[in-house]
C-alpha cells in the first residue's frame, strides 16, 4: 500500500545542501576551506545529521570533498583542472550559442540583450563582482535557450565547477574589457541570426578566459616568489 502521507516540497538536508551550494558558489566558504559542521550547526539551529547528509549530495556533485578523520573541504581547482575543463565548456557553450540561435525568438533576443545592457553597465562601472553575476546570468540564459534537455545536462554540471572559479580571471588587468568586447559581438551574431560566428565566438569567449586565468595565476605566483626570495 502506497503511504499516503503528504511529502515535504524540500527535505531539510536538501534545504541545508542548497544553502551550503550557495556559500560555495559566492565564496562564503571559499576553495580549500575546512567546513566547521559544530559551527554550521549551531549557527542553523539543526543537528549534524542533516548537515552531514547535506555534505554528502555536495561530495557526489563534486563541489566538497569529503576527507576521512579529518572532515569536509571544499574542492579547489588546480591549474591542470582549469586546463582540461575550460575548452570541454568552450565545446559545450559554443554549441549552446549555436542552438540557441536557432531556436531563440524576437522575444528570446530582447530578453539577451537587456542581460548584455547589464553586462555593459557593470563593464563600464569596473565591477568585477556585478559583471561575474550578470555574466553568469547571460551563459546560463542561453544554455536554457538551447533547450537540449542533453545538452543542458552536461553543461549544467560542468558549470558548477567553473563557478568555484567566481570569475577570477576577470582581476587580470584589462579582462573586463575584453570580455564585454567579446559579448559585444556575441549578441551582434545572436541577434542577425549567424548560428556558426556565434559558436565560434562563445568557444573563443571560453578559451579567452582560460588564458587570462593562466595569466593572473602566473602572475601571482611570480609575486610569491618574489616575496620569499
Known amino acids: 500500500m502506497v503511504d499516503p502521507t503528504p511529502l515535504r516540497p524540500a527535505s531539510l538536508h536538501e534545504e541545508v545542501a542548497a544553502r551550503l551550494r550557495t556559500m560555495v558558489f559566492d565564496r562564503v566558504l571559499a576553495p580549500g576551506q575546512w567546513i566547521d559542521e559544530m559551527a554550521l550547526a549551531r549557527d542553523w539551529q539543526i543537528s549534524r545529521t542533516p548537515l552531514r547528509e547535506a555534505l554528502k549530495v555536495l561530495a557526489a556533485e ?3 570533498t569529503l576527507v576521512p578523520r579529518q572532515g569536509c573541504k571544499v574542492t579547489e581547482l588546480s591549474e591542470e583542472d582549469a586546463d582540461e575543463l575550460f575548452p570541454v565548456m568552450a565545446l559545450l557553450e559554443g554549441r549552446c550559442a549555436y542552438e540557441a540561435v536557432q531556436k531563440a525568438t524576437p522575444a528570446d533576443l530582447k530578453q539577451l540583450r537587456r542581460l548584455h ?3 555593459e553597465k557593470h563593464a563600464a ?3 568585477v563582482d556585478g559583471y561575474y553575476r550578470a555574466n553568469h546570468e547571460f551563459h546560463t540564459k542561453v544554455q536554457s535557450l538551447a533547450d537540449n534537455r542533453w ?3 552536461t553543461t549544467g554540471d560542468l558549470r ?3 563557478r568555484l572559479l567566481r570569475g577570477r580571471q576577470l582581476h587580470w588587468p584589462g579582462r573586463i574589457e575584453e570580455s564585454i568586447g567579446e559579448h559585444r559581438q ?3 551574431a ?3 541570426g549567424d548560428a556558426q560566428r556565434a559558436e565560434r565566438l562563445m568557444h573563443d569567449h571560453l578559451m579567452a578566459q582560460l ?3 593562466k595569466a593572473l595565476r602566473a602572475h601571482e605566483e611570480a609575486e610569491r616568489s618574489t616575496q620569499h626570495a
Request: a neutral charge; glycine letters at 4%; proline letters at 0%.
Open 62 to 64: 563534486g563541489l566538497v
Open 117 to 119: 545592457e547589464a553586462l
Open 125 to 127: 562601472a569596473k565591477n
Open 151 to 153: 545538452l543542458d545536462r
Open 160 to 162: 558548477k565547477f567553473v
Open 186 to 188: 556575441l549578441i551582434d
Open 190 to 192: 545572436m541577434e542577425k
Open 211 to 213: 588564458a587570462a586565468l
